[in-house]
């Protein structure tokens, strides 16, 4: 890994919220759960009630133009 890749995973988190998806992709929160609740996007990992997705996998989603799974 170079660098700037291990400063950043040093300092951002490996999962990530529904706002912060919701900020990646430009959207609304609400247009994030409609998203996930149809299939068209990584479904997120529950711990408990909250929703989770894993940062780097949902980057590699974005990058591959974003299909629904």
Not at 16 to 26: E, H, T
Not at 34 to 48: F, H, N, V, Y
């Amino acid at each position: 890994m170079a660098t700037t890749e291990l400063k950043r995973a040093a300092t951002e988190p490996a999962l990530v919220d529904v706002k912060v998806v919701a900020g990646m992709l430009g959207c609304s929160v609400r247009h994030v759960n409609r998203l996930t609740d149809s299939g068209l996007m990584p479904a997120p990992s529950k711990l408990g009630r909250l929703s989770r997705w894993n940062r780097k996998e949902f980057e590699q989603w974005i990058a591959d133009g974003c299909k629904p799974v």
